[in-house]
């Protein structure tokens, strides 16, 4: 019954901008922490922002000061503004939604991704 799907990815030439959006459905949105990841390929999946249900922030060094991570409780979507765009970023950025389960641990959700590419 959770579905997340990415959307906005795309061809962008260094420098450029791109806006993400991820809508959740079937999760208690406004109470789920929520984030971004890329990966690369040969590489492993990384972190690149996270947003806490009360809107705390984090990001990864790499992009810190060019994305922007947000959410909008009433359109159950999260947003990755990201800016200033490196070769460096090209990646698939998977959505992700982790449902607290308190001692029990915690239950991650994922979207399919979408494909975001930085070239000249």
């Known amino acids: 019954q959770v579905q997340l799907v990415e959307s906005g990815g795309g061809l962008v030439q260094p420098g450029g901008s791109l806006r993400l959006s991820c809508a959740a459905s079937g999760i208690s949105f406004s109470l789920t922490p929520m984030g971004w990841y890329r990966q690369a390929p040969g590489k492993q999946r990384e972190l690149v922002a996270r947003?806490?249900?009360?809107?705390?922030?984090n990001y990864a060094d790499s992009v810190q000061g060019r994305f922007t991570i947000s959410r909008d409780n009433g359109k159950k979507t999260v947003y990755l503004q990201m800016v200033t765009l490196k070769p460096e970023d090209t990646a698939v950025y998977h959505c992700?939604?982790?449902?607290?389960?308190?001692?029990?641990?915690?239950?991650?959700?994922w979207g399919k991704g979408t494909q975001v590419t930085v070239s000249s």
């Open positions: 947003i806490s249900a009360g809107g705390t922030t």
């Open positions: 992700n939604a982790r449902r607290s389960l308190g001692n029990a641990g915690n239950i991650d959700y």
